[in-house]
């Protein structure tokens, strides 16, 4: 079967580093995504990882261990405006097509 | 990356009656998907929309209660039918382009059902 697990919350300081791990059982996999959700507007794109290792784009970067089915977003130099739910997501390729699925999502509260 | 938009953006319905939501992507596009996003939930994939050919439906969901249409690669819809309260919630469509592998959101329809 495909299953995806997040933290469900966690909560840390504005200026602080924290690290929201997920990890995910599927048949098929094909990549893992990360989305920033804020309430009420729709998830935006992150980053992506297909391969073992640590992608990095600013204050986000994301690692992929294949082999233990597992990856991690970490959030540097925290700010405010990143309270949000953070949601990791696979895609899964079979039959020759694919789907994305989502894990269920982690809400991050940043505190002043 | 592909802008989305969707049509309505909210909609508020009485029982028994279906909705059709649009979704129209700026480019061509290889994959679109329509979500389901229940309150405080993640997202749970519905159906793939294939152009010029049904849908592919995700366990517990099926065309009788969400036809979904796809007649080029820039546009879909998805039909809410027969709808009762159950079926309010938050629907998103996506798409995944030529040049990228990134899926990308529309900005959703909040469908409320009394």
């Known amino acids: 079967g495909q299953n995806i697990d997040q933290p469900t919350e966690m909560t840390a300081t504005e200026g602080a580093i924290v690290q929201i791990n997920c990890t995910y059982q599927t048949s098929g996999f094909n990549g893992l995504f990360w989305y920033q959700q804020h309430a009420g507007e729709a998830p935006t794109f992150l980053s992506y990882?297909?391969?073992?290792g640590l992608e990095e784009k600013g204050r986000f970067s994301s690692f992929l261990s294949r082999s233990k089915g597992y990856s991690y977003l970490l959030l540097k130099e925290l700010q405010m405006k990143d309270s949000a739910s953070y949601l990791c997501?696979?895609?899964?390729?079979?039959?020759?097509?694919?789907?994305?699925?989502f894990g269920t999502g982690t809400r991050l509260k940043v505190l002043a | 990356s592909a802008v989305i938009s969707q049509k309505p953006s909210r909609d508020i319905c009485q029982r028994g009656t279906s909705l059709t939501i649009q979704c129209q992507v700026d480019s061509q596009v290889t994959m679109m998907f329509w979500y389901r996003q229940q309150p405080g939930q993640s997202l749970t994939l519905i159906a793939t929309?294939?152009?010029?050919?049904?849908?592919?439906?995700e366990s517990g969901f099926v065309i009788d209660k969400f036809p979904i249409s796809r007649p080029n690669l820039t546009f879909s819809t998805l039909t809410v039918s027969n709808m009762s309260p159950e079926d309010s919630s938050i629907y998103l469509c996506?798409?995944?382009?030529?040049?990228?592998?990134?899926?990308?959101f529309g900005p959703g329809t909040r469908l409320t059902v009394l």
């Open positions: 997501a696979v895609r899964d390729q079979t039959s020759g097509t694919y789907k994305y699925i």
């Open positions: 929309a294939n152009q010029g050919s049904e849908a592919t439906y």
């Open positions: 996506s798409s995944t382009g030529f040049v990228t592998d990134t899926q990308y």
């Open positions: 990882n297909v391969l073992d």
